[in-house]
């Protein structure tokens, strides 16, 4: 499976790389975008449970990475909740 890697900037200006173990990332964000914080953590959702569930498909077992990763997003964006107009920019994607 083709993995991707996609750049993030919070709200704070910090910056992270997430992973993914399937491109269906490329299907919910866009480079050099700006999302609501709660739109981006329900995209991140959606798309790494998918990735998850491609691996389970393949190899019998959901993707700890994915779902790894998707635990930190939300672990992360509980820090942002707070600030008004809290967002989220996809910077780009790196395969």
């Known amino acids: ?38 739109d981006f953590v329900q995209r991140s959702r959606i798309a790494l449970n998918i990735a998850s569930d491609r691996v389970n498909a393949k190899y019998g077992r959901p993707c700890g990475l994915a779902l790894g990763q998707l635990q930190e997003i939300e672990a992360k964006a509980a820090q942002y909740r707070q600030l008004p107009d809290a967002k989220v920019q996809v910077i780009n994607f790196i395969e």
């Open 1 to 38: 499976m083709p993995e991707i890697r996609f750049q993030i900037r919070w709200s704070d200006g910090t910056q992270d790389s997430c992973y993914s173990p399937s491109l269906i990332v490329k299907e919910y964000f866009s480079p050099n975008t700006e999302y609501e914080l709660e």
